[in-house]
């Protein structure tokens, strides 16, 4: 899951770039066949792979890019309500990180924070990066720290722990499916 991003991008590209991937995700879910248990597997690697991405992709728009932009654009309207649609998306996530295919509600909620994050990504690819492109923030300088916070929380976050939580006894990966509610 790691990210290699490409030095010299500037932070539209590589936010650009991060939406794509996350969009190839949920169009990956989307296309496997809905009724079909042989897939539950491979749907729970996709949502784990779903979630992880969003929550990096989340976490480095809310340390950089959306003060960077608050800061130059003063568009606060614009940057509240990106806040308040991650914080939704959060919601979502959370509920998926403790439930298997087969949950009631499991594929809906999938396909809602899909649908919510496209239309989230579709208005900072309008709004937002024309907002940031107006105000004039050195771009290519946003690009690195991105890619590099982007490195860091992937290094981070992929590390095997240093030692088991007594509370987390899977360590931290997804166990057997459940029977379905």
């Not at 208005?123 to 916070?149: T, V």
């Amino acid at each position: 899951m790691a990210n290699q991003e490409k030095p010299g991008r500037d932070a539209l590209e590589v936010l650009r770039a991060e939406h794509a991937r996350i969009k190839s995700l949920f169009r990956d879910f989307d296309n496997l066949p809905a009724d079909d248990d042989d897939d539950d597997q491979r749907k729970a690697e996709l949502v784990d792979d779903i979630c992880y991405e969003l929550a990096v992709h989340a976490m480095i728009e809310e340390e950089i890019f959306y003060p960077a932009v608050r800061a130059g654009a003063g568009q606060q309207e614009l940057m509240d309500e990106a806040d308040i649609e991650h914080a939704g998306a959060r919601e979502l996530i959370s509920q998926l990180e403790i439930m298997y295919p087969g949950d009631d509600h499991f594929d809906a909620i999938v396909t809602v924070l899909g649908e919510e994050m496209a239309h989230h990504m579709d208005k900072e690819e309008s709004a937002m990066f024309a907002a940031a492109r107006a105000a004039g923030i050195d771009l290519q300088i946003l690009g690195s720290q991105l890619a590099a916070r982007r490195m860091a929380l992937d290094e981070d976050l992929t590390a095997p722990p240093a030692t088991m939580d007594p509370i987390d006894p899977r360590d931290g990966t997804r166990g057997p499916p459940r029977p379905p509610n």
